[in-house]
């Protein structure tokens, strides 16, 4: 597949957002820079190695480590691998730490783990002792989905911000949004609705949350993706917590994700979500439930979800549909490349054919 062009909607209404919170001690201190200094968001992330699972045997290791504001930390070694690359869902060792200027240690079960300096590699010892296990490398995941194309019949709904200078920017030709606001790099910003109604169909998200340590639960970088307006997928900075069904991944208070697929905040991430509407008959009554699938950073997270009615904050389930909605819940979550297509796109139609007597071919 040749390279994905970004694209920018120029005929939106473009705004900035508002300053982010500055303050690191503060409740609601945001960081929306990647490349901005905050020697916590520096320490944070996944790695990936081989160390010494005790004096016998060795194994791959995944590691997550979340900040949690003021030099707090939280983590989990994961044996096997990170989630979607290795790690079987379970065998898991919770971990707990502080930062000491640029170093952070963090103890849990048998282990300690240390993370200097810019946090590219992670040192596991025993607990008890000072030799080394093995060295974990820092690794930064990108979906396999991400800068795909809109698929067969498909239409892009918003493109976003070209990836240098020097590659040009391309108006996508329609107003797919209501209300929509802009950062100043031209990404999306929540807090918005189509102004076309879908129904049946595959849709291609991706999305940034902000990195905000210090806030807790539904706090932590809020949003969610409105499917006919009713059923919401959640989003928000669940990056190595339980993946409960409030978090990233799940049909809102509905059903858990299977895994959490959670990247690091300030890091790009995708949802690929294939939604079939309830059916209603002639008379209204509903006869069949909406179902959804989920694939987050590419890994299946929602199955075949059925789903018997409006989840969140969705109003009544009726035959008429609704927009698909970006919701702002003070989260300042941004987005681009975002995409629909019909489930079953139309079929192309027949090839014309070309006859001499009574033999006939495809002309092509």
């Given at each position: 597949?040749?390279?994905?062009?970004?694209?920018?909607?120029?005929?939106?209404?473009?705004?900035?957002?508002?300053?982010?919170v500055?303050d690191?001690?503060d409740p609601?201190?945001?960081?929306?820079?990647?490349?901005?200094?905050?020697?916590?968001?520096?320490?944070?992330?996944?790695?990936?190695g081989?160390?010494?699972?005790?004096?016998f045997?060795?194994?791959?290791?995944?590691?997550?480590?979340?900040?949690?504001?003021?030099?707090?930390?939280?983590?989990?070694?994961?044996?096997g691998?990170?989630?979607?690359?290795?790690?079987?869902?379970?065998?898991?060792?919770?971990?707990?730490?502080?930062?000491?200027?640029?170093?952070?240690?963090?103890?849990?079960?048998?282990?300690?783990?240390?993370?200097?300096g810019?946090?590219?590699?992670?040192?596991?010892?025993?607990?008890?002792g000072?030799?080394?296990?093995?060295?974990?490398?820092?690794?930064?995941?990108?979906?396999?989905?991400?800068?795909?194309?809109?698929a067969?019949?498909?239409a892009?709904?918003?493109?976003?911000?070209?990836?240098?200078?020097?590659?040009?920017?391309?108006?996508?030709?329609?107003?797919?949004?209501?209300?929509a606001?802009?950062?100043?790099?031209?990404?999306?910003?929540?807090?918005?609705?189509?102004?076309?109604?879908?129904?049946?169909f595959?849709?291609?998200?991706?999305?940034?949350?902000?990195?905000?340590?210090?806030?807790?639960?539904?706090?932590?970088?809020?949003?969610?993706?409105?499917?006919?307006?009713?059923?919401?997928?959640?989003?928000?900075?669940?990056?190595?917590?339980?993946?409960?069904?409030?978090?990233?991944?799940?049909?809102?208070?509905?059903?858990?994700?299977?895994?959490?697929?959670?990247?690091?905040?300030?890091?790009?991430?995708?949802?690929?979500?294939?939604?079939?509407?309830?059916?209603?008959?002639?008379?209204?009554?509903?006869?069949?439930?909406?179902?959804?699938s989920?694939?987050?950073?590419?890994?299946?997270?929602?199955?075949?979800v059925?789903?018997?009615?409006?989840?969140?904050?969705?109003?009544?389930?009726?035959?008429?549909?609704?927009?698909?909605?970006?919701?702002?819940?003070?989260?300042?979550?941004?987005?681009?490349?975002?995409?629909?297509?019909?489930?079953?796109?139309?079929?192309?139609p027949?090839?014309?054919?070309?006859?001499?007597?009574?033999?006939?071919?495809?002309?092509?």
């Amino acid at each position: 597949m040749s390279r994905f062009r970004w694209l920018l909607a120029i005929s939106m209404a473009c705004c900035s957002i508002g300053v982010a919170v500055a303050d690191n001690t503060d409740p609601k201190y945001t960081l929306m820079d990647p490349d901005g200094k905050d020697q916590d968001f520096d320490l944070q992330g996944e790695f990936k190695g081989t160390a010494q699972l005790s004096k016998f045997s060795s194994g791959v290791f995944g590691l997550q480590v979340v900040s949690m504001g003021g030099g707090r930390f939280q983590g989990q070694l994961l044996i096997g691998g990170l989630p979607g690359d290795g790690w079987n869902g379970f065998a898991r060792i919770r971990l707990i730490g502080e930062r000491e200027g640029r170093k952070l240690i963090l103890h849990g079960g048998p282990y300690s783990v240390f993370i200097q300096g810019m946090g590219k590699r992670a040192t596991i010892k025993f607990e008890a002792g000072d030799i080394s296990l093995g060295e974990l490398e820092r690794v930064h995941r990108v979906s396999p989905t991400m800068g795909s194309a809109p698929a067969a019949g498909g239409a892009l709904l918003f493109g976003g911000t070209a990836p240098d200078e020097d590659q040009p920017l391309e108006n996508i030709g329609t107003l797919c949004w209501q209300k929509a606001k802009l950062t100043d790099e031209g990404l999306l910003l929540a807090g918005t609705k189509t102004t076309h109604l879908y129904n049946d169909f595959i849709l291609h998200v991706e999305f940034r949350v902000p990195f905000m340590p210090n806030a807790r639960g539904q706090a932590r970088a809020n949003s969610g993706v409105y499917l006919n307006g009713r059923q919401e997928v959640q989003i928000m900075d669940s990056f190595g917590l339980a993946g409960a069904e409030d978090e990233m991944g799940a049909i809102y208070k509905y059903k858990k994700p299977d895994i959490n697929m959670a990247f690091p905040p300030l890091t790009w991430q995708t949802y690929d979500i294939k939604y079939k509407g309830p059916v209603f008959n002639s008379r209204g009554k509903k006869i069949d439930n909406a179902v959804i699938s989920v694939d987050h950073n590419g890994v299946t997270v929602q199955d075949n979800v059925e789903v018997d009615g409006p989840t969140g904050t969705g109003p009544e389930e009726t035959s008429i549909l609704l927009p698909l909605q970006l919701q702002d819940d003070g989260g300042q979550v941004v987005f681009r490349n975002v995409w629909i297509s019909p489930i079953d796109p139309p079929a192309p139609p027949p090839a014309p054919w070309c006859c001499k007597g009574r033999k006939c071919w495809p002309a092509y």
